[in-house]
């Protein structure tokens, strides 16, 4: 199994574009994303990081999360939701090696923009 499927799965809830589509992956949770107004967010997250405004940034970064974090499953379903996810995950490394690598950079844009933005993120809570 690959260690890389396995950390998405275990990351906290958020919105990854895949193709012209978006998902919320994470830690129980795997859920096609069609909200235009809940999308339109991650526009005004790449225009923050870009102009470098660490406050819209970090407002925008936990706007997402918390987003994401709405399509979390129930539960009992654990094991269907992580299976769809690991096979939705294989289908791209197989099938669309762009995708999959796109998959990857943002995972690991996400990644740092956590570490980056976590104390700032606390303090919105």
Known sequence: MSSFKESLYEKKSFIFQIGEEYYA???NTFA???DLQELDNMEL???A????NDRQTAKYLEK???????YRGDAKEHYKIQQRL?????????HDEA??????EQVFW???LRGKYQQQIKEIK
């Open 25 to 27: 992956i994470g830690a």
């Open 45 to 47: 997250l790449q225009n």
């Open 32 to 34: 096609k994303v069609t």
């Open 86 to 94: 690991f096979q939705f995950v294989d289908g791209l490394e197989l």
């Open 49 to 52: 990081f870009e102009k470098g």
């Open 110 to 112: 996400f990644d740092e």
């Open 64 to 70: 997402i999360m918390r987003i994401a974090n709405a």
């Open 99 to 104: 995708a999959f690598h796109a998959l990857q």
